[in-house]
C-alpha cells in the first residue's frame, strides 16, 4: 500500500491579469503544513474509490499510467473550495498514490495537465512538488484563448522564484462558515472577464512590490514586511475582481481582514485565491495574540468559523 500526504496553501495573488502585458497570471503563494490531505491506494484489478472527487481522479491516473486498476482510499481531505488548493493537492496525491502503489514510474509536473490541475496558477503543483513560498512564471499572453483550454494542453508555469519559509513564520487561518469560493464553469467564467478588462497599471504596481519589498523581505527573512507585502499585492487583485465578487474581497471577507489587519499581532491580511479564507501572517512570539485577533475578527462580523495557525510547509508531499 502507498500512502501520501500534502499540505494546504495559500494564494495571495497573481502579477498580472492584463492582455497587454507580455506574460499572464504569475501565481504567489505559500505551502502550509496544515490542513492536509492524505490518500491511501493498493493494487486492484479496477477503479475502487468512494470519495467522489477522488474516484474521478483515481480513474485518470490509472488511465495515464496504463495500469489495470486501484483501490483509493481518502483519509483526510481539505475543506473544498475554500481557498486552501484542495482540488489540486487531492488531484496530484492520488495520481502519485496511484504511481507508488502500483509501481509506475510518475512525472507529477508533466501529468497534473491532464489530471485538469495548474492550468492558470502553478503555485498548487509547485507546493506539492517542493513546499516553500513560491512565485510562478505565468504564461506567454500570447497563448490566452476566451476558451477553456482542454485538459492536457498545456503546461504548468515554471518557478521562477522559491525561497524556504523561516521556521519562526506562522500563518493565521480564518475560515468562515460561509458559501464555498468560485471553482469550476463560474469559477472559468469568472476569470476570464477579469483578464479581458483588467487595468494593466495594477500589474506595474504589483510588479513593484514584489520586487522591491516582497522578494527581498523573504530573502531576509522579515514576517513584518512579508505580510505587509503580500496584502498590497493581494488589494491590488481584489480591484481586478471587485465586480465579478462583490468587492475587493468577496463579502464578508473584507470585514474580517479588516479587523485581523488592526492587530499588532497580524502583519498583514487578505483572502486566499476566491476564499472564504482568510489569511494573517504573523510569528511563533505572537501566535496566541494572532488567534485572539482572529477570534475577535469572526465575533465582530457575527460569523462562526474556525481559526487555527500553521508553519510553512518547506518539503513537498510525503510518499510511504
Known sequence: MARVSAGARIHFGFLNLSLS???LYGGLGVGLDEPQVTVSAEPATEVHCRHPDAREYAERAADLLDVPGV???VERTLPRHAGLGSGTQLALAVLQAVATATETTVDIRRLAPEMGRGGRSGVGVASFEDGGAILDAGHPTARFTTDRPADGSWTVPA???RHSVPDDWRFLLLVPEVDPGRNGAAEE???RSVVERADPVTSDRIAGIVTRRLLPALAEGSAERFGEAVESVGRLNGTWYADEQGGVYRPPVGALV?????????YGAGQSSWGPTVYGVTDADHVDEAITAGEEALAAAGIEGTVTVARGRNHGALVE
Open 258 to 266: 479588516s479587523t485581523l489587519s488592526e492587530s499588532p499581532a497580524v
Open 159 to 161: 518557478v521562477a522564484a
Open 21 to 23: 502585458r507580455d506574460r
Open 71 to 73: 483501490d483509493v482510499t
Open 189 to 191: 467564467a469568472s476569470m
